[in-house]
C-alpha cells in the first residue's frame, strides 16, 4: 500500500542552524502539505502546496519556513534559522487532489525536530 | 474560523467495554468534512474515517462507529468491545470544502487508554 515517507525520523540541530525535512508523497497525489505538532499538544497547520506552489499558509509559516518540490518526488520543509520553539514532530501527508471536496490526508510517520 | 473541540483529555476503559469520544466542531461553511485520526504510542498519524457535511448517516466498520449530527454540531467516535491495541490518541479533524482551501483544523486529542 503507497505510503508517505520522511526523513529524517529525528533530528538535533543547535538554535540558529537551518535545517531541511525531506518528505516522499504518495505518486499519483497532487496536494502536499507540512503540519507540526508540540511535543503532547495538537496538531497543526504549517502549508499546503499544489501545482508547484504554496495554495494555504498559516500564521505560523513564517519567513523562516519554505517549502520546496525540487523533483518530481521530494517535498522539503525548510527551517532557515532555527528557534529553541521549533521543537516539535514535524508531518507531511499527501491527497489526491480530486477536485471533489477535501480529499483524505495521509500522514507520514513524521521528524522529530529537537533544537537545542 | 474553524474550531474543533474534544473534551475529554483522557480516557480509561476496562478491555471489553464499549467507549465514546466526543468532538463537537465550529464552523461558518455550509459544506465541510469531518475527519478521525488514530496516533498510537509510535507517533505516527493513522487515518481513520472521512465524512462530508452532506452525509448525516452513521457508519460502522468493524468494531469502530461514528455519529455525525449537524444540528449538534457532534461527530462521535464509539469503540466496542475495547481491546488493548485501541490504546492511542485519537484526534477529531475538520476541513473546509472550498477550492484549493483544505488545511486540517484538529481538535487536541483524546488519549484513550484499555486496560487489560
Known amino acids: 500500500e503507497p505510503e508517505v515517507t520522511q526523513t529524517p525520523s529525528h533530528q538535533v540541530t543547535q538554535m540558529g542552524q537551518e535545517v531541511i525535512l525531506r518528505c516522499v508523497p504518495i505518486s499519483n497525489h497532487l496536494y502536499f502539505y507540512w503540519y507540526r505538532q508540540i511535543l503532547g499538544q495538537k496538531v497543526e497547520f504549517l502549508v499546503s502546496f499544489y501545482n508547484n506552489e504554496i495554495s494555504e499558509k498559516s500564521e505560523i509559516f513564517d519567513d523562516q519556513f519554505s517549502v520546496e518540490r525540487p523533483d518530481g518526488s521530494n517535498f522539503t520543509l525548510k527551517i532557515r534559522s532555527t528557534k529553541l520553539e521549533d521543537s516539535a514532530m514535524y508531518f507531511c501527508?499527501?491527497?489526491?487532489?480530486?477536485?471533489?471536496?477535501?480529499?483524505?490526508?495521509?500522514f507520514g510517520p513524521g521528524t522529530r525536530l529537537t533544537v537545542l | 474560523a474553524q474550531k474543533v473541540t474534544q473534551a475529554q483529555t483522557e480516557i480509561s476503559v476496562v478491555e471489553k467495554e464499549d467507549v465514546t469520544l466526543d468532538c463537537v466542531y465550529e464552523?461558518?461553511?455550509?459544506?465541510?468534512?469531518l475527519f478521525w485520526y488514530k496516533q498510537p504510542p509510535s507517533g505516527e498519524l493513522v487515518f481513520l474515517i472521512r465524512?462530508?457535511?452532506?452525509?448525516?448517516q452513521n457508519e460502522i466498520s468493524g468494531r469502530y462507529s461514528w455519529n455525525f449530527q449537524k444540528s449538534t454540531s457532534s461527530f462521535n467516535f464509539t469503540i466496542t468491545a475495547s481491546q488493548v491495541v485501541d490504546s492511542a490518541v485519537y484526534f477529531c479533524?475538520?476541513?473546509?470544502?472550498?477550492?484549493?482551501?483544505?488545511?486540517?483544523?484538529f481538535g487536541k486529542g483524546t488519549k484513550l487508554s484499555v486496560i487489560p
Open positions: 501527508a499527501s491527497s489526491e487532489g480530486s477536485g471533489v471536496g477535501a480529499d483524505t490526508q495521509y
Open positions: 464552523t461558518r461553511d455550509t459544506t465541510y468534512y
Open positions: 465524512r462530508n457535511s452532506f452525509d448525516e
Open positions: 479533524a475538520l476541513s473546509p470544502n472550498g477550492a484549493g482551501s483544505y488545511q486540517l483544523t
